[in-house]
């Protein structure tokens, strides 16, 4: 049985906080699974280093809420979907 149905506390493994201007609103793994991909209310997406947890890219794709992030299995696409009104096929790589 896992350890969280005996009532133990999962392991944090890395916290990432967000700066207090905008609110995480979903995130996928990136490409290698070395950095973690994460959406934005203000329409930006965010670039994780996984290792250090450091913030190392930041791009405006939409404006407003970013609704749905979602990568290929073979991560060479992701997919945003923002209130726009606007769905965005990106390259993750090149973020």
Not at 22 to 38: C, F
């Amino acid at each position: 049985m896992p350890s969280i149905m005996k009532g133990e506390e999962p392991k944090m493994l890395l916290q990432i906080d967000a700066s207090k201007d905008y609110l995480l609103t979903n995130a996928v793994w990136g490409p290698k699974n070395e950095t973690l991909i994460v959406a934005t209310n203000i329409g930006k997406i965010l670039v994780y280093n996984l290792e250090h947890g450091q913030l190392i890219e930041e791009k405006a794709v939409h404006a407003g809420d970013i609704y749905s992030l979602t990568i290929t299995n073979d991560y060479t696409m992701l997919v945003s979907a923002g209130k726009d009104g606007s769905a965005k096929l990106l390259h993750p790589e090149t973020l």
